[in-house]
């Protein structure tokens, strides 16, 4: 309700500290108007040197079902707008599939005479007996929610409080201390050290799921404790969190490995960059022992039946062992007899040994 006969003048930015009543001339309303947000904006500047909006000053628990969704929120008080405020006791459902945020509706309403008989001049045998006088400003509070895809119809301005991620409640920190000692030792341990985990909060990767669509990556952390900006926070359960599937893809050119199969000729390769998106091609040095013709005449050069030769490690026939650069050496891929060292007998067989290069596509 819109007051046609109200005025207030107060403006901080002027920096008036108080009104000066002098004697002789009349009082105006607005005066006394801006008496009340003189002493409302001192204390609001002290309340807010040391709680924040949505502080939570004692009671207002919230209790999660995570599978009807189901939220039980307890009578409490609230710090918000530069004065510590009750709220009562209420109960409501949420979706449990997405990110939910619980707090409070902060309503105001002008109310008169026509609201409340009381508001006017109780005093008996007064001229001004049951006349009508100054309206009220009502502030209220009560406990809401916002989430993604649900229209909630509460008027008012919102305050955020707790926060659910698929039906758990994220670990609130417990209700600021109006302590100089606390908020000093706070403020050293955040200078110091910045936030920190003190125990557990392992976070591990758990799977991929589709949402409506859209990709999500699904993450597990554990209970445990940690201090954010010099306060700790506690997480007394572990909790399942899903982030919308958009990483920073870095290519890897080349990580070689070692094969060191086990018994079942089966080797669990570990990775030195994790989690792998996709992999493109696998490059395999391989070592083959295999049996080759020589050719119909001497000094012929005989193919090696693979591509990308490497090394030939050895070369026999029966109890003679051929030497490198000696009597034979690799060529394009083949094994050049040229040399003026033994080579085998035309159209005989000998048995090499070599290092090739191939690559396969990952299935």
Request: aromatic share 10%.
């Amino acid at each position: 309700m819109t007051l046609s006969s109200y005025y207030n003048r107060f403006n901080p930015d002027k920096k008036y500290e108080k009104s000066l009543f002098l004697a002789g001339r009349g009082l105006q309303s607005a005066e006394l108007n801006e008496m009340q947000d003189y002493a409302l904006s001192k204390l609001k500047g002290i309340g807010d040197a040391i709680f924040k909006d949505g502080d939570v000053i004692s009671g207002a628990d919230c209790i999660v079902d995570a599978e009807t969704g189901k939220v039980t929120l307890e009578t409490g008080k609230i710090y918000l707008r530069g004065c510590v405020r009750e709220v009562e006791k209420t109960e409501f459902k949420i979706p449990t599939n997405s990110t939910v945020r619980v707090g409070v509706y902060y309503v105001e309403s002008t109310i008169t005479e026509l609201e409340d008989e009381n508001l006017r001049d109780p005093a008996v045998g007064t001229r001004n007996y049951q006349e009508v006088g100054a309206a009220r400003l009502k502030a209220n509070i009560i406990w809401g929610f916002q989430a993604e895809g649900v229209t909630i119809n509460t008027a008012g301005e919102f305050y955020p409080i707790y926060n659910i991620e698929n039906g758990v409640l994220i670990e609130h920190s417990p209700p600021p201390q109006a302590n100089i000692v606390t908020t000093a030792l706070a403020r050293y341990d955040r200078e110091a050290n910045g936030s920190y985990v003190v125990d557990g909060l392992e976070v591990m990767f758990l799977q991929r799921e589709s949402q409506m669509g859209e990709r999500k990556q699904v993450f597990v952390i554990n209970e445990g404790k940690a201090h954010v900006d010099g306060y700790e926070i506690e997480l007394p359960h572990s909790l399942r969190v899903y982030f919308d599937e958009d990483p920073d893809i870095k290519l890897v050119e080349s990580e070689p490995h070692s094969f060191q199969p086990n018994s079942n000729r089966v080797m669990e390769l570990k990775v030195n960059d994790f989690p792998v998106k996709e992999i493109k091609k696998v490059d395999i040095t391989v070592q083959k022992t295999i049996s080759l013709t020589h050719g119909s005449y001497s000094g012929v050069a005989d193919p090696i039946p693979d591509f990308a030769i490497l090394e030939i490690i050895q070369i026999k026939q029966g109890n003679v062992i051929y030497e490198n650069n000696a009597d034979y050496k690799l060529k394009s891929g083949d094994v050049d007899w040229s040399l003026p060292g033994k080579e085998p007998a035309p159209g005989s067989s000998y048995e090499i040994t070599y290092r090739a290069r191939t690559h396969t596509t990952p299935e």
